[in-house]
């Protein structure tokens, strides 16, 4: 059974940068896609990143320029790297991989939270 694991999440200044990461249970050549949701309070989820297996990467407009997904191959982790974090960036961020016909799965979520 596939398992994601998150962290990185927390409290931040307007401005400020954090990094997410998650780590799964298998090979990265089993991913299809990798990406990061979030769920704001009283809203739905929403996409927020993702990156293909073959590299390709999408970002939803209300972070391009400021955050950047990457992995790192041999550990099976994706990262989220946030910068110039604002409030409206507040939100439980959740981690999703596709595995194609298999599936697609979903990590626990991990509180950010950008206030003064």
């Known amino acids: 059974q596939l398992q994601l694991v998150e962290s990185g999440g927390g409290l931040v200044q307007p401005g400020g940068s954090l990094t997410l990461s998650c780590a799964a249970s298998?090979?990265?050549?089993?991913?299809?896609?990798m990406g990061w949701y979030r769920q704001a309070s009283g809203n739905q989820r929403e996409f927020v990143a993702r990156i293909f297996s073959g590299g390709v990467i999408d970002y939803v407009d209300a972070v391009k320029g400021r955050f950047t997904i990457s992995k790192d191959n041999s550990r099976s982790t994706v990262f989220l790297q946030m910068s110039s974090l604002k409030p409206e960036d507040t939100a439980v961020y959740y981690c999703?991989?596709?595995?194609?016909?298999?599936?697609?799965?979903w990590g626990q979520g991990t509180q950010v939270t950008v206030s003064s």
């Open positions: 999703n991989v596709d595995l194609g016909a298999f599936g697609s799965y």
């Open positions: 298998v090979s990265f050549d089993s991913i299809n896609t």
